[in-house]
């Protein structure tokens, strides 16, 4: 068991377009989650009607690969695609 943990926890480094949002330094992916939603919520792009749904500003659109808006459920997704 605590070695799935320890994967979990791992740190993974950032692409250039996460590092935008995340910084360059090798983060946990909780971390990363956790950085994501601080910008979001700071640049108030969670949407105002359906709060699943994250509005993408020009820095969030290059990691959500070029979508205007995606729900909170298909973000871990698009992070994934830029962590190494």
Not at 16 to 24: F, K, P
Not at 34 to 55: C, G
């Amino acid at each position: 068991m605590a070695k799935a943990n320890a994967k979990f926890m791992a740190p993974l480094t950032p692409s250039a377009e996460l590092a935008a949002v995340v910084g360059s330094k090798p983060l946990p992916r909780t971390e990363v989650v956790k950085k994501m939603w601080d910008y979001i919520k700071k640049n108030k792009l969670q949407d105002s009607k359906n709060k699943r749904m994250i509005n993408a500003d020009a820095t969030l659109k290059v990691i959500f690969g070029g979508k205007a808006q995606i729900s909170m459920f298909e973000m871990s997704k698009y992070i994934s695609n830029h962590l190494k």
